[in-house]
C-alpha cells in the first residue's frame, strides 16, 4: 500500500491543526488528526446542493451561502444548478482551505473558485449570517459533524434557536436552509419547525456509487406563518405562560 503524503498543513483560527494528506488518487482533510472528509465520499454534498437549490434554481437572480468550502464539492454542484446570473458566497473560516482549493484541490471539481458568480468571504459563517439579513435565497451548511458540531465548538449555537433565527433572518421569500448531517437528529428536525421552517430529511449515499455509509441532509424551507424574526422557541413559551 502506497503512503500518505502530506500536501499541506494549516490551523484553525482556534489553533486546531489540519492537515491535506494525498494516497492513490484520494485526498482527505484531518482535523485534529480525526478524517473530516475524503474526495472518496462526496455523493451526499452534492445531494446538498440539489435540495438546498430546488427552488434557488428557478429564480432570475438567486443569492445562495455555501457555509463551509470543504473540497469543493458542494460549492461545485451549486454552481452547476444555478443560473450565469447568481450569486454565490462562500464563507470559510480556514484561509488554508481556500489556498488548497485553489491548488492543489482545485482540478478535483474544476476549479470553482475561478468562477466570477463566486465571493469567498473568508470569515465564521455565523458572522456572515448576521450580516446578511434578507440577503440569501438558500443557505447550504457544511460545517461540522452535523448538529452536533465536531469541527468548531462554537457553532453549537448555529442549530440551537438562535442560530436558526438568524439564518431565518438572512433568508428572503420562501428561502431554504439545507444542512448536512452525518446522522440523523430528530431534536434539529423539532428546532427547525418551531423555527418556521417546513422540514423535509433526506438519507442519502455518502459515495455516488452503490453501497457506503449514508449521511442525512435536513431541509428547511420558509413558511408563510414563520414566527417573527429575533423569535425562539423559549420567547414564545414565555409569553403564552403570561396570557
Not at 176 to 203: H, I, P
Not at 210 to 234: E, L, N, Q, W, Y
Amino acid at each position: 500500500m502506497n503512503p500518505w503524503e502530506l500536501l499541506g498543513k494549516t490551523k484553525t483560527p482556534a489553533g486546531d491543526e489540519m492537515a491535506l494528506m494525498l494516497r492513490s488518487g484520494e485526498y482527505v482533510i484531518l482535523a485534529s488528526g480525526k478524517t473530516l472528509m475524503s474526495s472518496r465520499m462526496h455523493g451526499s454534498e452534492e445531494a446538498l446542493a440539489a435540495l438546498g437549490c430546488g427552488d434557488a434554481r428557478h429564480l432570475p437572480h438567486p443569492v445562495v451561502l455555501v457555509g463551509g468550502l470543504g473540497m469543493g464539492f458542494t460549492l461545485r454542484a451549486t454552481l452547476d444548478l444555478l443560473p450565469r446570473t447568481a450569486t454565490v458566497v462562500v464563507a470559510e473560516l480556514v484561509a488554508g482551505v481556500v489556498d488548497w482549493n485553489r491548488g492543489p484541490l482545485g482540478p478535483l471539481t474544476e476549479h470553482p473558485l475561478r468562477d466570477q458568480r463566486v465571493h469567498v468571504e473568508v470569515d465564521d459563517v455565523n458572522a456572515v449570517l448576521r450580516a446578511s439579513q434578507g440577503r440569501f435565497d438558500a443557505v447550504l451548511l457544511d460545517i461540522d459533524n452535523g448538529p452536533d458540531a465536531f469541527t468548531t465548538e462554537g457553532n453549537d449555537w448555529l442549530y440551537n434557536d438562535g442560530g436558526l433565527a438568524t439564518i431565518r433572518a438572512a433568508l428572503r421569500g420562501r428561502g431554504t436552509v439545507a444542512v448536512w448531517s452525518a446522522f440523523q437528529d430528530m431534536k434539529f428536525e423539532q428546532r427547525l419547525r418551531w423555527a418556521g421552517f417546513q422540514v423535509q430529511t433526506e438519507r442519502v449515499r455518502a459515495r455516488l456509487s452503490k453501497g457506503g455509509p449514508k449521511h442525512v441532509i435536513f431541509c428547511g424551507t420558509m413558511t408563510a406563518d414563520a414566527p417573527p424574526a429575533g423569535s425562539t422557541r423559549r420567547g414564545r413559551l414565555e409569553a403564552a405562560r403570561k396570557l
